[in-house]
């Protein structure tokens, strides 16, 4: 996998409009422009090997662009679509424009994909996508502050360095999906899908993981549970499979199904799979109504409008099902609608690319027996990245998601929400600032204390520096407090009035904590850092590396002084053009790390160097291990100035 941990491919696998790759075996997928049954349990294939192949340019990049782009590697697909947009923007399929601009809005870069948008509204006036976003010309601003506001946490107690997601509750225990156990076949080395369960205490803490069942965990994958009220009855994701093993489509793809199975003292029954099911496309992720009378489902079956809509189907007294049927253009889209969950009140929440969101998967909701209006979710529940599979318990105060932002555990993490009981809120915005150089400092930790001390919310600055942060709208004396490595701590002190719900331009400022090295010098030897390495084909600096760009990052706002000029480098392996391109991507990924620390971005430069500056002997045709390969993609810290 070139940008996101191997694993992340597991997310392709359990989304709807990727679902349908849950093959095992190594047939070339369908076609290019097939991109919702593209990508395989198995890495993305490279330029060079696709060329060897036989295909055309126009193709490699279609293929390269979607299978980075089904994966979430939206900036290695955002490469390969500007390849393909170059040659002729006008012959490709429309589609490839709109995921160009999700691609770029995924790595927020706003205004081009707003741009792209633009173009693609243009030539689809009658798509659905295009008219959401006529309609809804500022909806960031309106989704990165929602009216219902939310704490997460993330899951640490139950999520593993490998994907977890889809959590749905069973009695007081949380149901999940995860790749944690490892299995995997010899022609294929990323890891099956189990269900695992943990407890909820009343504290809402996790405890006691386990596997849920070994007659419903089996060879295959099996994902997104859910349970009738009193616990009997699950449904469930598996592939087409049977004890015979897998069954597939013509172009050997085992498609997924919903299965049922139901409680027989402490195991379940031989699981059956549902009559609406198909061999030749995807039905998934179920959520049961509280009466068991309804079964919401995502599905790429023949008669919907996108790479994957919502669906629900009766389920009748006798146990059968009635005819399934499409939600409707207000839910659905050309684009993926995908991860139903109903609630108690007939809320309806689901994941989609397809209507206004922050990038990736939103999450969304709609009340079925109100207002029918789709509404964003918003920040936090959202990010930039793929946010998808929430539900809430009974008082809908509480609940789970999983999520592939930044910062956390695995590729793919469960978190816990929290809706606050507050009515009334003042929300503060401001910048916190370098007291002496006035330089913004990006990623500082703002905290809101009351009186007492007791911290009542937390968040952190953007690049830019800024923040917004929430305090209760009441006649009380609060305290901003931020803190940052190297800093000292910076506090504001404010009162706010029940009447009095914005407070703007707020400047909170940080000292530095304190003040050598020649012109010349690497960093990497002058502070004794792990040298900084990249994935194959990645540009994105691995969690193991934020420990060492740290210290860079501590070292020089300890020393206002220095400028630094980041030179990376690729290994032999790719085409030069290729290599200098993601040399460039790897020194201003560097950059941008350590200006999102707070680093003044006049202070830093970065180069990429391609291969042309290899430490061993790894050229062009000289055979080599994977560990001297390694050795030259890395990061080098040059001090150019004091």
Known sequence: MSLKPTYLLLLLLVTIGYTSCFSQNKKKAAEADNFDHYAYMQDIESYSSLLEKGYDEITIHKKLGNANYHTANYDVATFWYEKLLENDEVAVSPDYLYRYALALKSIKRYDESNEWMEKFKQVKTNDIRAKLYTGNVNYLKEIQIPKEQYTIENLTEINSPESDFA???????????????????????????????????????????????????????????????????????????????????????????IYRSFKEGNTWTEPEDLPFNGTNYSVAHPSLSKDGTKLYFASDMPGGMGASDIY?????SNGSFGEPVNMGTLINTEGKETFPFISDSDLLYFASNGHPGLGGLDIFKIDLDGESKVTNLGSPINSSEDDFSLVMDSSEEVGYFASNRKGGKGSDDIYSLKRSDMDCFTFIEGHAYDKDSDVPLAETRIEALDYTGQKLEETVTASDGSYTIRIPCQEKQYQLSGTKEGYEVGSLYMLTTSDKKQINNTRLELEQSEK???????????????????????????????????????????????????????DSREGDDYNIWLSR????????????????????????????????????????????????????FIVIEK
């Open 167 to 257: 959590p749905s509750y069973y009695s007081k225990n949380l149901v999940f999906t995860t790749s944690r156990d490892l299995e995997t076949q010899k022609y294929n080395k990323l890891p099956y899908l189990n269900l695992y369960q943990s407890k909820i205490t009343e504290e809402e803490n996790i405890s006691e993981i386990s596997g849920l069942s070994p007659l419903l965990n089996t060879k295959a994958n099996e994902s997104s549970t859910t349970f009738s009220n009193d616990g009997e009855t699950i449904y469930f994701t598996r592939n087409n499979f049977s004890k015979n093993g897998f069954k597939r489509d013509k172009n050997g793809i085992s498609r997924l199904k």
């Open 312 to 316: 629900v189907v009766s389920v009748l």
């Open 516 to 570: 050598v090295v020649d012109v010349g010098s690497d960093l990497v030897k002058v502070l004794k850092l792990t040298p900084i390495y990249f994935d194959l084909n990645s540009s994105y600096i691995n969690k193991s590396a934020y420990p060492e760009l740290n210290k860079v990052v501590d070292y020089m706002s300890r020393r206002p002084d220095i400028k630094i000029a980041v030179g990376s480098h690729t």
């Open 585 to 636: 991507r790897r020194a201003m990924r560097t950059v941008e790390y350590i200006t999102s620390k707070g680093i003044d971005p006049s202070r830093i430069s970065g180069k990429g160097y391609g291969e042309t500056q290899l430490l061993n002997q790894c050229a062009n045709g000289i055979r080599c291990s994977e560990n001297e390969h390694r050795l030259n993609r890395r990061s080098e």
